[in-house]
């Protein structure tokens, strides 16, 4: 195990009927204003933004609206945030919605504090150092941007897709109330699940050694996800199982799944962000395609985390070594099928034609991975692999 230093100051306040509790919370910190920044209708149709502007009356919170945040968010719209923010004079921004919302309500809390370019923060060119208090209703348990520093933006006129943080992106005070997440379409939980499987195995297979604890952490929340993923899409009210996907969300992405490891792999979400910056595709039913093929390209540097990661999470034990790593990479993508997520980037509507132009984003921050660095060429690879 490696030396860590865990630091998450992010409160989480979890449960059935719990939206009551953000105005409080947020006047805790002496907000008066804040930009309430949300996506594009579903708070407005299920009840969600009645809940949250009743609890910022009761706190004497001012609301300033800021709607129509995209799935994979927009850079322009991240702009106009700031502008808003700024010429309302918000001295908080509080996001009511998923990653998309977050990620774009982190950006905006940061760009309002900077002189320059907001867009400077992305791909680790430069760290915010400050940023107007963020607070966030999370409405889709999927990212873990509720209890983690990190956000992503697509640049659209550029055509990237690019990671920030820094830990005044913290958000202060986070509420998971899962009951609110049954008005979310099937396809929506499948990419959520998707996602969070994809966050533990980022963490899982970045090649550390000798770390059980943290190893039977990350199967136990990919064998939760399983077991409760199928059942929302019967079942999309069943209150506990919302619950224990919620929290597999937040933990598979807040820092408490990465002690002692390398810092995690990541090369697959890199490649996906790819994928979303060329098309729009969402984040998860882009991982479900990504995340097989890279497996199958990098096992070989890494084969008893594949071992183990069949045997514990699939019950694989029979056959040779090779044979049974291709089978729980079988195994995961059945299950990705189950839910619905697409197989392949052709399934996908790609054109195989995009494929270099794709490698060539994806490569576009450097090195991709942790145990296995990949160059363009091995991103290419793994895109036909995913073709
Ligand atoms: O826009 P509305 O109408 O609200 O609809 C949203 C959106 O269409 C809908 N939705 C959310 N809550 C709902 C609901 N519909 C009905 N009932 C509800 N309760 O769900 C759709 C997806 O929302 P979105 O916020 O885009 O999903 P998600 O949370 O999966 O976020 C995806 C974004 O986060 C980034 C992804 O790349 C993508 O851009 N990521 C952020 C990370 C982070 N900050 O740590 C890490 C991740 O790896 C990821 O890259
Ligand atoms: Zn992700």
Not at 185 to 214: C, R, S
Not at 292 to 310: E, H, I
Request: charged share 20%; glycine share 10%.
């Amino acid at each position: 195990m490696n030396n860590f230093v865990l630091h998450n100051p992010t409160k989480i306040i979890f449960g059935k009927d719990t939206i009551k509790e953000i105005g409080p919370e947020m006047a805790k910190f002496g907000v008066k204003k804040a930009l309430l920044v949300y996506g594009r209708a579903s708070i407005k149709k299920n009840g969600v933004f009645e809940q949250v502007s009743a609890s910022l009356q009761m706190a004497g919170i001012n609301a300033v609206e800021f709607g129509g945040i995209q799935s994979n968010p927009v850079l322009s719209k991240v702009r106009a945030g700031i502008d808003l923010a700024r010429q309302e004079g918000c001295d908080a921004v509080l996001a009511v919605g998923g990653g998309s919302v977050y990620d774009s309500s982190k950006a905006i809390a940061a760009g309002v504090q900077y002189e320059g370019d907001v867009w400077d923060f992305f791909g680790r060119r430069k760290i915010p150092a400050a940023a107007l208090p963020i607070f966030g209703v999370l409405t889709i348990s999927a990212t873990g941007s509720e209890m983690n520093a990190l956000g992503v933006v697509t640049n659209e006129d550029a055509k990237r897709k690019w990671p920030f943080t820094s830990p005044v992106l913290y958000p202060k005070v986070s509420v998971i109330d899962p009951s609110i997440q049954a008005t979310l379409p099937a396809h929506q939980t499948a990419n959520a699940a998707v996602d969070i499987i994809a966050h533990v195995m980022e963490l899982y297979f970045d090649g550390t050694e000798n770390n059980d604890v943290m190893d039977e952490y990350s199967e136990g929340i990919i064998r939760t996800v399983i077991k409760h993923a199928p059942i929302l899409l019967a079942d999309p009210a069943n209150y506990e199982s919302r619950a224990q996907l919620a929290w597999c969300a937040t933990l598979a992405l807040n820092g408490s799944n990465a002690p002692g490891r390398r810092g995690g792999d990541f090369a697959s979400h890199g490649i996906e962000h790819a994928l979303s910056a060329w098309n729009d595709i969402a984040h998860g039913a882009g991982l479900a395609i990504v995340f097989p093929a890279w497996m199958k390209y990098v096992y070989k540097d890494n084969p008893q985390a594949f071992l183990r990661f069949g045997e514990k999470v699939f019950g694989i034990i029979e056959g040779g070594e090779e044979e049974r790593i291709l089978a729980a990479i079988d195994a995961l993508q059945k299950f990705f099928s189950r839910l619905g997520a697409p197989k392949s980037m052709r399934e996908a509507g790609y054109s195989k034609a995009d494929l270099p132009a794709i490698a060539e984003i994806a490569a576009g921050l450097g090195l991709l991975g942790n145990k296995k660095k990949l160059s363009q060429a091995d991103i290419l690879a793994i895109l036909e692999l995913a073709w």
